[in-house]
Structures are given as structure tokens and as C-alpha cells.
Nanobody, 115 residues
């Protein structure tokens, strides 16, 4: 099973950008679909974006056009480039690796968008 570690979170002003990274180890990274989820205080976790093993991407409507998910199967990383950030993007962002019924989660990284 793959182990995941996120990084890149922090405090950013509205309109700013952040790039999150998810480093994977312990299994064959290229065989997993990779996704990002987020959970804001007092809210349920929500799906943000997915990149499949074939590099097909899909986004939640709330982030479409602002966020870009990517993967590097050599470096075993998945990334989420977040532009034009809004206060409502504030959440703990977690990456997920999925292969069939197998799911692995990272510990999450905090993103705070505030002036």
C-alpha cells in the first residue's frame, strides 16, 4: 500500500497562489489514480480534483479554471497548483491514492486564504 505525505500549505492572501505536493512511497505510484480532497472547519470533506493513471483530469466546479492537478510518475508525486485563491478555499487539503478498493490518505496540509 502506498504512503502519502503532503506539503506546500500555508497562509496566502486572496488572489494568491499555492502549490501543494503529495509524495508517495511504498508501492507503484503510476498504478494509482490520485485525487485531492479538502475539509473546511465544520464541513464535510469534499472532493477537489482527480488525475487518473492515464493523466485524465477532472475538477470540482468550485475550483475549475483555478486549480490544476498533475502527476510525475518518475518522482512519484502528485501536485495541485492553486491560483486565484479565495477565502472559501481555506481547508485542510489531503491527497488520496486509489487503486480498485485500495485507498490511501495523507495526513493533510492546511491552506488558509486570508488578508
Amino acid at each position: 500500500q502506498v504512503q502519502l505525505v503532503e506539503s506546500g500549505g500555508g497562509l496566502v492572501q486572496p488572489g494568491g497562489s499555492l502549490r501543494l505536493s503529495c509524495a508517495a512511497s511504498g508501492s507503484i505510484f503510476s498504478t494509482y489514480d490520485m485525487s485531492w480532497y479538502r475539509q473546511a472547519p465544520g464541513k464535510q470533506r469534499e472532493w477537489v480534483a482527480t488525475i487518473t493513471t492515464r493523466a485524465l483530469t477532472n475538477y470540482a466546479d468550485s475550483v475549475k479554471g483555478r486549480f490544476t492537478i498533475s502527476r510525475d510518475n518518475v518522482k512519484n508525486t502528485a501536485s495541485l497548483q492553486m491560483n486565484s485563491l479565495k477565502p472559501e478555499d481555506t481547508a485542510v487539503y489531503s491527497c488520496n491514492a486509489a487503486r480498485g478498493r485500495l485507498h490511501s490518505w495523507g495526513q493533510g496540509t492546511q491552506v488558509t486564504v486570508s488578508s
